[in-house]
């Protein structure tokens, strides 16, 4: 017989003797299994594995728990290792798999009931304390830093605009919220939603004030033709014709002419103001300090007037 065969019949081996509701042990191929009631709603899975070929369980070899029953339908959750090949889904619902469904179910009913509209929220505006400090700080310091990063992505074309994505994750995920969660997903996903919408207003209005932030400091960006991150990206289209480990930059410094290898993925990072000396060859590193002085050898993406690969120009200023 096939394998896919034998692996289809031990499945349902599992299965139908739990559809049964024998309450004798099932001798599997290297365990025997007993059912537990655990309460109204679940049976637990045990499992013994055994050496010998009658399978009998044997009283100095203990029990290791093995899976789940729901007894509505008599379903099969988080089975362990003694049970793996025969789940017919490979794992799909084990605890931590179906801890991940959950939150994504949250998340989702959270973005469908806010519907991207901060005007679905019940608060205008934050009054925490902490929260002001550090949406402050944002705005500050990392709006313009998030624009950046967006802008480089984007190829300096214009924004998307802002969608609201949640990030709701379960504090806890223990035996008890688990069973709640697989007696009724529907309920369970309905009511963490609403108790996160409940006590997170103002961490969900967070984040549309700090899109405000990052939208506005974009719109800045490409309303500044001299801000370097348009020089950056040019740079970044041209490397990304080739693959190149090194290539050959050539600056202006005061009136001098520099020639030097620089490594090709540096050139790819935001330096925000200026690359680092570091990225050149010995050689490079050589010229630069010679040109510009010891300590104050980085250098700005507007001094590079042309990177070469071999014989290919990838940027000309």
Known sequence: MPTGGQKFMQT????EWVNSGDTAPLILKDSTVIRIPKDKDFDYLFTQ???SRGGLIERDRKFEYGGIIRKSDNALYDLQYDLREYDEIKGELSAEKLKDEMQGLVRMFIEKTINNDRKNLRIKEISDKRSLEQLGYYIQYDAYKDARQLYLENDGGEARG???KNDYRADAWKEATLLEYILDPTKYVATQAAEYMRDRQEQMLDKFLRADAMYAEY??????PENNIHTLLKIRKGLSTVSAKQVTITM???E???TFKYDAQR?????????SSYGADRDGRDKLEEAMGRGCNDFCPKSIVRINYGRNTLYEA
Request: proline share 0%.
């Open 162 to 164: 802002f969608v609201y």
């Open 267 to 275: 050139l790819t990072w935001d330096c925000e103001n200026k690359f």
């Open 252 to 254: 202006i410094v005061g």
């Open 49 to 51: 594995r055994h050496y």
């Open 219 to 224: 719109a800045k960006i490409l309303a500044t």
């Open 12 to 15: 349902n081996q599992l299965q």
């Open 256 to 258: 001098k002419e520099l």
